[in-house]
């Protein structure tokens, strides 16, 4: 009987202290999440709360993320407080992160990577949403004949790079090429889409492609390997799993002495000669600006076009070394 | 007091997410407790009920029929592990897991090789959505997720008392007597694991419907929250439910209370990085607990001159 007194006493003493956690050790201005609805009634609301849910740690989301903090506290000084949560991989952790965000009331949600924009989208239709590190919107939230505008609550910034600009970059550098191989990771949603839009236009000019799709890192190297014994060139598209992989994959290619053209910075500097590159710092950047203005009331994020950063061209210049590659004309190396 | 206001206003949604695990929880609980077997197809399960859910929806089938579609998908991958275990003489464990892997291809497969298909709440009729979880509306997803756990309860309690049902419960109990009794044990593991892949799948298929996708991850760890919503609801609930159905019952609050506690880790402000190693702290603190309960009533047995008594009343 004494047992259980105390622990019930000990169990009521621990939710008593979870009362004493009013404070969240990220809030500058101390007034936490309650400053939405107390500031309503001015009119003039000058605090805000955004959500971040990110889907996993990953180096290009980390970028984009800081570039949306940078950006937004550079345009609302003081005025935001933000909450940067990682869902670890796992999708089920973004609905319970919204969920989170959704009953906190807060003024933005922020998500980075599909998985994270597909569980915004199912938890509010009122909250704005703006997606970032997406490849196609119109795939990510199946919305037929996209036009380039999502509308209703959400928007955000797209990491896609010309596609077509890409597969002409395959020919620019290796106008010999015949056979080509599709290099990415079946379990990211935006690979697959780049891949067979690259296919397409490789097609179209009469090259022969084929997909490798592993899996996660087990078993990169051995589909790489199929890759390059099938392919004269291997294009990567922005694979989060591959840019994570990117030595294993050059251990793979370079040996074999074949060439990679790559959808992003990071993977080629890893393991590829040529890419069209975006940085995902300025997309970051390029969200957290959305963001000011949608919070401020300057723009309506239902007529907010999904916005893109400029590309540009970029060479590996050590690469090209390896591979006895002359670089072509009018293409920067890649810094570090 | 921000903060328990927040917390009030996220119980909903963490509630509506555990009582869909707490399904999938109640399917682990029969291959873990009642047959004695540890499958681990379960996260490859859940994520085919999931997806064969999802694309049956934006084909245009009714979602009752697409969750039951998504059982039977379920039922099939049971049935494969079964098959291993039994027909290949591969211990269970490994059967999952070979199971586990194939689903994934099989996922993939299913969702026509794309990682990630939505399926928004505005575009189709779904039967539940984490859209509608605060409202006070025929949408909120509670009572639906109340009615069909109290359902597969009620089915279950009836399963198990029927012959077939005992002679399952036999089979985990004691293989050996259940063989010398004419039980063909064999047989009844594979329907044990069918009976709970189908329940996992159902489960994914509503979670799929809730979180408004299906991804072919969704299932990855997938058998920690299981094991972990059926060991917290046996160490809170073991001594005052005795009935079958209320352990089931106890098994789903289980699962409903490792998300509530997984939401306040969230709201607590904790670097998120940190969330898999909290969660696995949670899991251990629950096992450890009644193995030292055990100890601390071990030690009143001792002889008077060991100790000089004990602390406890």
């Keep these: 009987m004494k047992k259980k007194l105390i622990a019930t006493l000990l169990s009521a003493a621990m939710c008593l202290s979870l009362a004493a956690c009013g404070q ?251 890419t069209l590159s975006i940085s995902y710092y300025d997309l970051g950047v390029t969200t957290g600006k959305m963001a000011a203005k949608i919070l401020t009331g300057e723009a309506d994020i239902s007529t907010m076009p999904i916005e893109y950063t400029d590309a540009t061209p970029k060479y590996n210049a050590a690469m090209c070394e390896q591979l006895d590659i002359t670089p072509v004309e009018g293409y920067t190396a890649i810094e570090g | 007091m921000s903060f328990l206001t927040s917390l009030m206003n996220a119980l909903p949604g963490a509630v509506a997410q555990g009582l869909v695990w707490g399904i999938m929880a109640i399917g682990v609980y029969i291959t873990y407790r009642i047959l004695d077997v540890a499958d681990l197809t379960v996260d490859g399960s859940l994520a085919t009920g999931g997806a064969a859910c999802v694309m049956l929806i934006r084909a245009g089938v009714n979602p009752w029929l697409a969750v039951l579609a998504a059982m039977a998908a379920g039922m099939l991958a049971g049935l494969v592990t079964g098959l291993f275990h039994t027909r290949c003489g591969i211990p269970a464990i490994l059967a999952g897991i070979l199971t586990q892997l194939s689903l994934y291809s099989i996922n993939l497969r299913i969702m026509d090789s794309k990682a990630n298909q939505a399926v928004s709440v505005d575009k189709y009729d779904l039967l539940l959505s984490q859209r509608y979880v605060r409202t006070m509306s025929l949408d909120n997803p509670l009572p639906l997720l109340l009615v069909v756990t109290v359902v597969v309860i009620g089915i279950l309690y009836w399963f198990f008392g029927t012959e077939k049902g005992s002679s399952i419960r036999a089979t985990g109990a004691n293989p050996h007597m259940a063989r010398a009794q004419g039980i063909d044990t064999n047989a009844n593991i594979v329907l044990g694991l069918m009976l709970s892949n189908g329940l996992v799948a159902l489960s994914g298929a509503l979670l799929s419907q809730y979180q408004g996708s299906s991804d072919i991850n969704m299932g990855r760890g997938a058998i920690v929250i299981g094991l972990a ?77 060991a100790k000089g008594g004990n602390g406890n009343a």
């Design chain 1, 24 to 274: 969240k050790t990220d809030a500058p201005a101390g007034s936490g999440s309650g400053s939405g609805a107390v500031s309503a009634s001015n009119g003039e609301k000058t605090q805000y709360t955004v959500g971040i849910c990110q889907l996993v740690q990953h180096v290009a989301l980390d970028a984009a993320t800081q570039g949306f903090i940078d950006a937004l506290n550079e345009a609302l000084p003081g005025q935001v407080t933000i909450e940067n949560k990682n869902a670890s991989g796992e999708p089920n952790n973004c609905a319970t992160i919204v969920n989170g965000f959704v009953s906190e009331g807060v003024d933005l949600i922020m998500a980075n990577a599909t998985g994270a924009l597909t569980a915004a989208a199912s938890a509010t239709a009122d909250i704005p949403i703006l997606g970032t590190s997406i490849t196609a919107y119109g795939v990510a939230l199946d919305i037929d004949n996209f036009s380039g505008t999502v509308g209703g609550n959400i928007s955000g910034t797209s990491d896609l790079a010309d596609l077509s600009k890409q597969a002409d970059m395959i020919l620019e550098w290796f106008p010999e090429t015949q056979k080509v191989g599709l290099l990415f990771c079946s379990a990211e949603p935006n690979s697959k889409y780049q891949i067979d839009e690259v296919a397409k236009h490789l097609a179209d000019k009469g090259i022969e492609t084929k997909e490798f799709a592993f899996t996660d890192t087990n078993d990169v190297a051995s589909v790489t390997q199929a890759a390059a014994d099938y392919s004269d060139v291997v294009y990567i598209p922005t694979d989060n799993i591959a840019a994570s992989n990117t030595e294993a994959i050059a251990n793979v290619l370079v040996p074999a002495g074949v060439p990679a053209i790559c959808g992003e910075e990071g993977i080629c500097s890893g393991c590829g000669v040529a």
């Design chain 2, 229 to 305: 919503a059926v060991i917290i609801g046996e160490v809170i609930f073991g001594k005052i439910f005795r009935n079958f159905a209320l352990t089931l019952l106890a098994v789903a609050i289980g699962a409903v209370i490792y998300y509530i506690v997984l939401q306040i880790v969230l709201q607590l402000g904790l670097n998120t990085n940190d969330l898999k190693l909290v969660t696995a702290l949670i899991v251990a603190v629950f096992l450890a607990i009644p193995y030292w309960k055990g100890k601390m009533f071990r030690q009143k047995i001792q002889p008077q001159s």
